[in-house]
């Protein structure tokens, strides 16, 4: 019991350590966001920092092409041993606050598959959106009707909040993006 | 990155300041019947307004409308960066973040907090990032112009607000844009459009909140295999009309960035309202 108190310590004094270094310039994770989740819990964009990260931007009721983002994303899923898929998040950011909300993220989730513990589907609110989609290179504009014509790009970041590859691929696997993926995984 | 330079137009053409002073705010103060400077010397009021815009916001529609708003009169000058920055520091030259600012940020001043000999107080800043810019509005408790906010003042000339139909005023716009230059870049104050408003035209280009909402396709989200997704403005661009060429190479220019990028010719000016 001991033992595991001291190691639980030392993982904790490891983590703080890891949160104290500073950023590397270009890492997103410098970017102030506070999200929302699928479950209502408010996470900063920072906590992601550790671990490799697939991101995309979204909102849930596009019936076009984000489902296809979304199972884009399985797609890679399904292409990693699991302790691959253990070490990974995979997180989908609404370009819609003024309709998504953790419910209507939710059945997105449901709808799509996404249920797994490493996804997180958020919102933010819309200056956090517009500075997202800066700091990423994506494209978006809302529509009269209040839909969303974006660009559909899957960005991978290093655990530093370093993008490291991006595609736009939705048809199949993009063995670019796959090959840095795989590396990024296994540092 | 790096784009052509372009120089103001040789001749540039004089408002007349009775003109330049009747504001929509003059009508708006008059009938709620306040009797307040309802212009400030450095922000013109623009009253809510609807126009046709370059950049249709969807399919079958074609009006915008604008709500009423604050627009500086002039683009930031360098003598104001550089007081933001003395007080902002970490958007110093040698503080800002690489992912907020590129390598050429400000890299026409002599240091981080001198401009030197070779820029003017006067000139209007450049080599600024989205975020630089921004941040700058919002250190002033305003924001960065929508695109349709900047599109309909700047479609105004000297005695009419909405000059774009004039072959003239589009020449104008034209000639710069083929002007390389090694010169200089004027003080801000040149001339003043019918909303009292300078520099829309013929000195730099602007940075507006929105710049990367520019260019997307209304129809991105319906497609299936995405990956023509970045490049499908092309299509917006071939069906709008032709007038609107000389605003469409600004559009161009502006969705061809992202927003840590500096130019020499890229400043900003600030705006305030509800959008």
């Known amino acids: ?187 | 990155m790096r784009w052509p330079e372009a120089a103001p137009p040789r001749s540039v053409r004089r408002a007349r300041p009775i003109e330049a002073m009747r504001t929509a705010t003059f009508s708006h103060a008059w009938l709620l019947g306040v009797a307040t400077a309802a212009v400030a010397a450095d922000s013109a009021s623009i009253g809510a307004g609807r126009f046709e815009s370059a950049v249709p916001p969807a399919q079958g529609v074609a009006t915008v409308e604008v709500a009423a708003f604050d627009l500086d009169t002039k683009p930031v000058t360098n003598a104001q960066f550089l007081a933001f920055v003395r007080t902002h520091r970490s958007w110093r030259r040698d503080h800002v973040s690489r992912l907020f600012a590129d390598a050429e940020y400000l890299s026409h001043w002599r240091s981080a907090t001198a401009f030197g000999a070779a820029a003017r107080p006067s000139q209007p800043v450049t080599h600024v990032s989205w975020f630089a810019a921004k941040a700058y509005c919002e250190a002033r408790g305003a924001r960065l112009p929508t695109w349709y906010e900047w599109e309909y003042v700047a479609a105004a000339d000297g005695t009419t607000p909405d000059a774009r139909g004039n072959p003239l005023w589009r020449q104008a716009i034209l000639d710069w844009y083929a002007h390389p230059s090694a010169q200089p870049l004027a003080d801000v104050g040149r001339a003043p459009n019918y909303y009292g408003v300078f520099d829309l035209h013929g000195l730099i280009w602007e940075w507006v909140l929105d710049f990367n909402a520019l260019l997307v396709s209304n129809d991105s989200r319906e497609q299936g295999g995405a990956d023509r997704a970045r490049f499908c403005g092309e299509g917006a661009l071939s069906t709008v009309d032709r007038e609107h060429y000389a605003v469409l190479m600004r559009i161009a220019f502006l969705s061809s960035l992202e927003a840590a990028y500096t130019t020499a010719n890229l400043g900003f000016r600030c705006a305030r309202g509800e959008r």
């Open chain 1, 1 to 187: 019991m001991k033992g595991r108190w001291l190691c639980l310590t030392g993982a904790f004094l490891a983590s703080a350590a890891w949160a104290a270094a500073p950023l590397p310039g270009d890492s997103i994770y410098q970017l102030p966001l506070e999200l929302t989740l699928q479950d209502g819990a408010q996470a900063s964009l920072g906590t992601l920092r550790g671990r490799p990260v697939v991101l995309t931007m979204f909102y849930a009721s596009c019936d076009g092409v984000c489902p296809i983002i979304a199972l884009s994303m399985r797609r890679m899923e399904a292409a990693l041993s699991t302790a691959q898929r253990e070490r990974l998040r995979w997180v989908m950011v609404s370009f819609d606050p003024a309709r998504d909300t953790p419910g209507s993220l939710r059945e997105f989730a449901a709808n799509n598959h996404l249920e797994a513990p490493g996804w997180w589907l958020a919102r933010a609110d819309e200056a956090g959106v517009r500075n997202l989609a800066a700091v990423l290179g994506i494209r978006y504009r809302k529509l009269p009707g209040g839909a969303f014509s974006h660009s559909t790009e899957i960005i991978l970041l290093d655990g530093e909040g370093v993008i490291r590859a991006r595609t736009s691929n939705l048809n199949q696997l993009d063995a670019g993006f796959m090959q840095v993926l795989g590396k990024e995984l296994t540092r």
